[in-house]
């Protein structure tokens, strides 16, 4: 799957949801930039301090928005909540 499809789809999955927001996009954006550096498997390790850095937010804002994408059902989001093992994001759109 490519990132081009992917990110169509989540703008099409989007567009009439009014809870998301420019950060949610943004985030789902540097998730997508993640993945594909982490050799677009799917589930795929994730740590959350390496994709705060692509999207240039605060760690607060991540978690939050991480949490709002998988509940909202755009994203799988499996935090570890361990410092030394990643979290598990699974692409589901």
């Known amino acids: 799957m490519e990132e081009q499809d992917l990110l169509a789809d989540f703008f099409a999955a989007i567009e009439n949801d009014a809870r998301i927001s420019i950060t949610h996009i ?3 954006s540097a998730v997508l930039r ?3 550096l982490a050799g ?3 589930p795929f390790p994730a740590y959350s301090y390496q994709i705060i ?7 607060k ?3 939050k928005i ?3 994408l998988s509940a909202y059902g755009y994203l799988r989001y499996e ?4 410092r030394n ?3 598990r994001v699974f692409l589901l759109i």
């Open 66 to 68: 991480i949490r709002d």
């Open 26 to 28: 943004g985030i789902y």
């Open 53 to 59: 850095k692509i999207a240039k937010i605060s760690a």
């Open 40 to 42: 677009r498997a799917n």
């Open 61 to 63: 804002t991540y978690h």
């Open 85 to 87: 093992q990643a979290s």
């Open 34 to 36: 993640y993945w594909q």
């Open 79 to 82: 935090p570890s909540f361990k």
